[in-house]
C-alpha cells in the first residue's frame, strides 16, 4: 500500500512528468502566434538565448551517446519560426538512449538554470509571499528563485538590469519546445517506470526474508537511495519552476505586451484610414462626373 513517502514521490514524479509539458504546450503556442508578427524582435532576443538553448541539447546528446547530425546555433527562419535547431540519430531499442530523449528533451531549461544558479548574480531579496507561513514548498521555492532573478536584480543596481532582461531572454528562448518534448516523451514512459520501480523499492520491508547482516545493508541502501532520489526530485522541481516562470514573464514583457502595442496602435490608426478611404470613394464619382461634362 501506500504510504507517506509514496505518495509525496507519487506527487512530484507527477508534477516533473505532466507540468512541465502542458506548460510547454501552451507557451509553444502562444509564441508561434506572436512571433508571426514580431519575429525580427525575436530572432533578436535569440542572439542571447537561442545558442544556450541548443547547447543543452548538444551537451545532453554527446552524454548518452546520440550521434549528432547537423547543428545550427543561430539560425533564424521566418517561415517556421525557427531560430536554431540540432538534428540527432538514436537506437530506439537503447535504454541508455530512450533516457537520453528524456533528458535532451529538457536540457536547455538546465542550461538555463546551471547559468542562473554559477554565473547570475543572486541578490538579497524576499518575495512577497516569503512571509505567508512557516511551511515550505519546493514549487513556491522554485517561484522566489524566479523572483529573485529578475525582480531582485533590476532593483539592485545599474547593472543588475542588464541581468534581469538577459534572465527573461535566456528563460524565454531556453523552454523546450513542443517537438522537444515529443520526442522526450518516447524515452519518459521508461524514465518514469525506472523511477517508480526505485521508489516502491525503496520502501519495500524485506527484513523478514533476508539474513540480519544483509537487511542492515539493505537498510542503509533503501535509505539512502530514497534520500538522494527526493533531493534529485526536489531539485529537478525546483529548476524546472524557476525557469518556467521567469520564461512565462519574459514571454509576457518581450513578446505580449509589445505585440498588444502594435495592435493597439492599428486599431488606433485604423480609423482613420478608414475615414481616408470612405472620403477618396465619396469624391470619385463627383471627379469622374465633372471630366464627362467637360468632355
Sequence with gaps: MFNESNWQVALYLAYAFLIPPLSILIIDRLVRTLVRNLFRFYAITGLLGTPVHELGHVLACLAFGLKITKLRLYSPDPASGRLGYVEFAYRPASIIHAVGLVVQGVAPMFAAFAL??????????LAPWSTWGNGSSVVLEGVAGAWILVVGNFLADGQGFLWSVAALVIAMHC??????????????LVLLAGALGVSFLSTMDLGDHLPSSMNTVLSVVQSTSTHWGMVALEWFIYAVTLVTVTAVA????LL???AACVALLRRVRSPSDGQRRSAAHDLKPAVEGELSGSE
Excluded: N, T
Design 256 to 258: 505580449v505586451l509589445p
Design 250 to 253: 519574459g514571454l509576457v514583457v
Design 175 to 188: 523552454i523546450p519546445s513542443w517537438a522537444d518534448i515529443r520526442l522526450a516523451l518516447r524515452g519518459g
Design 116 to 125: 542562473f544558479e554559477f554565473v547570475f548574480p543572486s541578490p538579497q531579496a
